[in-house]
Structure formats: structure tokens, C-alpha cells
């Protein structure tokens, strides 16, 4: 019974012992999540193998792992630009992005974890002083918000395609004129739209008069030809034709021959 005691101890220090080397070699990668492994004996950053996936991994308690958020992430950023005539410009914007898993090793090993503020933030707003340098205030407030928002994307991912991020998109949220600049702004547009409202107007009552002209044309030509066609003979005849059918009619009447003026005969009915 005395010797329970010593053999028991040692025992127990060893379960100690190992579930503090389980504890410490234990890693869990989270939803989202990869692992960089980095080996204190054995070079360093592992760059040679794909990074650690989600779930449960046992590692050599002397080994670190650094965890990244591998999936799609937004970056918002308020950035401070001048236009072509040197305005201030104030230009929000957003990128979406995510580091490549298959380089999460180069990415750390050459940048680091925060390569967000190394890398992206740097890219982005040199490419947006970039392009907004090329750019009018007027042609920023109203056409060229896409254009700008296409060239700041791919300045941006020719440089960060290099350094181990996808980025996927680059969104202008909203482009901010000094006050004055966008009150000249809104007064011009609404100008140019209020003289392209006249002459709409004036081009649409021009087509209008030039259609009622041709009309009013076709319709003195057509009486011109009709009167020229219709003869003292043709005239008889088209009365003769009358009269015959109204005689035919059931309608009380009296017929007078050869009493009007022309000749023709005079129609008297209870009509």
C-alpha cells in the first residue's frame, strides 16, 4: 500500500505530460480558414505543400500555425484624389478579395499576415490617384463613374496578381465634389437638358407643320385634278344616274324632267 503512492505518481505525471503535448499540438482550422504551418527544425514556412484545410490537425508542439481567412472579404476605403484640374476629390470605394490558398505559404512567408494594409490599401489608392488625375470634375459627377471604376480595378490586380491575392472586384460606392464645383455642376446639366428639351420640341413641331403642309398639298392637288375631270357631260351623266335611282326608291316623290337650270331634273318629295 505504501509503494501505491510512488508508482501511481509518475503515472500520472505522464498523463499530465502528454495531454499538455496534445493540448499544444492541437490545432482546429475554422469554416473559412487555412492553415500556414511553420516548422522551428525544419525550414521554416512550408511553401512546398498545400496549406493546412479546415478541421482537426495534430502538429509537433515546437511547430507554429498561422490561420488565415481564406474566403471573399470586403475593404471599404475613403481615399482623398485630385481630378485633372487639381480639385479635390473625395472617392469611396471597395474591393473584394481573398488570398490564393494554393500560395497562402509565399503570401506569408513574403508579406505577412497583414498584407491587407502592405499590400491592397497602398495598390488601391495609388491606382485611384491615378485615374481620377486623368478626369474633369464634370466628367466624374456624371459619365465616367464606370469607366473609372474598370481602370482602378485592373491597375490595381496587375500589381497585387503578383503578390499571392485574387482580387475579384473593385466597387466606386460614391465620387464627392466640393460643393460649389457640384452646384456649377447641376446648374450646367440642367441647362444642356433644358436646351435639349427646346429643341426637341422645336424639331417635333417642324415635323408637324411639314406633315399638315404635304397634307394640306395632297389634298389641293387631289380637288385640282377632280375639278378638272368633271365636265358639264360628266356632270348630266352622274345626275341622270341619281335620278334614276331615286325613282326607284320607295319614298313618295315627284319627278319634274329637264326643269333645273343645267337641264337636269328637279327631285320633289315629302322629303
Not at 14 to 29: C, E, G, N, P, Q
Not at 107 to 112: A, D, F, P, R, V
Not at 126 to 132: L, N, P, Y
Request: hydrophobic letters at 40%; a neutral charge.
Amino acid at each position: 500500500m505504501d509503494r501505491l503512492p510512488k508508482i501511481a505518481l509518475p503515472a500520472i505525471a505522464a498523463i499530465i505530460f502528454l495531454i499538455i503535448i496534445i493540448s499544444k499540438s492541437a490545432v482546429t482550422i475554422g469554416s473559412g480558414e487555412a492553415g500556414v504551418l511553420y516548422k522551428t527544425f525544419g525550414g521554416g514556412v512550408v511553401t512546398d505543400k498545400p496549406p493546412l484545410s479546415e478541421g482537426f490537425h495534430l502538429v509537433a508542439p515546437w511547430n507554429r500555425v498561422y490561420v488565415y481567412e481564406v474566403r471573399k472579404q470586403e475593404l471599404f476605403e475613403k481615399m482623398k484624389v485630385l481630378s485633372s484640374n487639381g480639385l479635390d476629390i473625395q472617392l469611396d470605394a471597395s474591393a473584394w478579395y481573398q488570398p490564393s490558398f494554393d500560395d497562402l505559404g509565399k503570401l506569408h512567408q513574403k508579406i505577412g499576415e497583414n498584407y491587407v494594409e502592405r499590400i491592397i490599401l497602398p495598390t488601391i489608392r495609388s491606382a485611384a490617384r491615378s485615374v481620377v488625375g486623368r478626369y474633369t470634375p464634370e466628367q466624374l459627377y456624371s459619365s465616367k463613374r464606370d469607366a473609372i471604376q474598370r481602370e482602378i480595378f485592373e491597375e490595381t490586380k496587375k500589381i497585387v496578381d503578383d503578390q499571392y491575392i485574387v482580387l475579384d472586384e473593385i466597387l466606386v460606392r460614391d465620387v464627392t465634389l466640393p460643393p460649389t464645383i457640384k452646384e456649377a455642376i447641376e446648374r450646367k446639366l440642367k441647362q444642356e437638358q433644358e436646351s435639349l428639351e427646346y429643341e426637341f420640341r422645336l424639331v417635333t413641331a417642324q415635323k408637324e407643320a411639314e406633315r399638315q403642309r404635304i397634307e394640306a398639298q395632297g389634298k389641293a392637288d387631289a380637288n385640282k385634278i377632280l375639278s378638272a375631270s368633271l365636265t358639264d357631260k360628266i356632270l348630266q351623266d352622274k345626275g341622270i344616274e341619281a335620278t334614276l335611282k331615286l325613282a326607284q326608291s320607295p319614298n313618295a316623290k315627284v319627278v319634274v324632267v329637264g326643269s333645273g337650270d343645267d337641264g337636269l331634273p328637279l327631285i320633289l318629295g315629302n322629303n
